[in-house]
């Protein structure tokens, strides 16, 4: 089992920036891939940003060049970093990881105002 701590969500203008940070716990020697979903009212689920273990990121079109995710394995942490925010930005963010099965973090809201 993996255990999953989000926090750095927040009310932000247009512009701004923030920063999310997801610290897991249990089985963390497990951990390949982590990452960030976010889901906004009424829309699916959808993947924001990926790093594995190795380093290598992806992320989804829409945030390429003002989110950057990256990992401390020391911590056992994930961060994004969030500028240039948009109001299209405003949803729930979901912290995961893919051990031996996917895990979920309890979600962070952020809300980007114009």
């Known amino acids: 089992q993996v255990q999953l701590v989000e926090s750095g969500g927040g009310l932000v203008q247009a512009g701004g920036s923030l920063r999310l940070s997801c610290a897991a716990s249990?089985?963390?020697?497990?951990?390949?891939?982590m990452g960030w979903h976010r889901q906004a009212p009424g829309k699916q689920r959808e993947l924001v940003a990926l790093i594995n273990s190795g380093g290598s990121t992806n992320y989804v079109d829409s945030v390429k060049g003002r989110f950057t995710i990256s990992r401390d394995n020391t911590k056992s942490t994930v961060y994004l970093q969030m500028n240039s925010l948009k109001t299209e930005d405003t949803a729930v963010y979901y912290c995961?990881?893919?051990?031996?099965?996917?895990?979920w973090g309890q979600g962070t809201q952020v809300t980007v105002s114009s």
């Open positions: 249990g089985r963390i020697q497990s951990i390949n891939v």
């Open positions: 995961y990881v893919w051990a031996d099965s996917y895990y």
